[in-house]
T-cell receptor
Framework: GAGVSQSPSNKVTEKGKDVELRCDPISGHTALYWYRQSLGQGLEFLIYFQGNSAPDKSGLPSDRFSAERTGGSVSTLTIQRTQQEDSAVYLC???????????????FGPGTRLTVL | GEDVEQSLFLSVREGDSSVINCTYTDSSSTYLYWYKQEPGAGLQLLTY?????DMKQDQRLTVLLNKKDKHLSLRIADTQTGDSAIYFCAESMADSWGKLQFGAGTQVVVTP
């Protein structure tokens, strides 16, 4: 497909379980981002990957959250020992790589809705 | 807390103009963006403005930027029912290109 895809679209899990969320960016995009959208919290930046550089993890809320990007393409966001406050829509985006001070259009996927019971 | 603030709700009649406001705090922001999120869909970039510009017009959309007051607005002329959505403003930081700081979003409801 031409856009960013995410799977699963919905995930229901029990408190304490681990979950993995997947993101397939647009082909050729070197930058990939994860955001979290909670009710009343807006969009919260989590992490972004730019090419082979070390990822910017400054938005990850706790050490239960981690993300990988294999081969510069697909990314997986892992949440360990899920808590109820982790319930949210997790959005992935990708963009063409560029540098500081330049225009950066991010293309978003449809999101994964995570519900922790 | 958020560095980008927006009002949460706006109701407008079809055919009127909508104005969505946003304030930000980072004076070093390079680009400011407006994204639209329709129900069940991902975010879509509507328009953007570079920080050294005061105004940008794109068909029915007009973006105004007041750098002194750190105020950004989006005006939608001749608002249509298809404009009903959540609108997010976002800023990109000069020192962290990839990180977009979003506001909480403004839900716009267009009534006939």
């Amino acid at each position: 497909g031409a856009g960013v895809s995410q799977s699963p679209s919905n995930k229901v899990t029990e408190k304490g379980k681990d979950v993995e969320l997947r993101c397939d960016p647009i082909s050729g995009h070197t930058a990939l981002y994860w955001y979290r959208q909670s009710l009343g919290q807006g969009l919260e930046f989590l992490i972004y990957f730019q090419g082979n550089s070390a990822p910017d993890k400054s938005g990850l809320p706790s050490d239960r959250f981690s993300a990988e990007r294999t081969g510069g393409s697909v990314s997986t966001l892992t949440i360990q020992r899920t808590q109820q406050e982790d319930s949210a829509v997790y959005l992935c985006a990708s963009s063409e790589g560029s540098g500081t001070g330049t225009y950066n259009e991010q293309f978003f996927g449809p999101g994964t809705r995570l519900t922790v019971l | 807390g958020e560095d980008v603030e927006q009002s949460l709700f706006l109701s407008v009649r079809e055919g009127d103009s909508s104005v969505i406001n946003c304030t930000y705090t980072d004076s070093s922001s390079t680009y400011l963006y407006w994204y639209k999120q329709e129900p069940g869909a991902g975010l879509q970039l509507l328009t953007y403005i570079f920080s050294n510009m005061d105004m940008k017009q794109d068909q029915r959309l007009t973006v105004l930027l007041n750098k002194k007051d750190k105020h950004l607005s989006l005006r939608i002329a001749d608002t249509q029912t298809g404009d009903s959505a959540i609108y997010f403003c976002a800023e990109s930081m000069a020192d962290s290109w990839g990180k977009l700081q979003f506001g909480a979003g403004t839900q716009v409801v267009v009534t006939p």
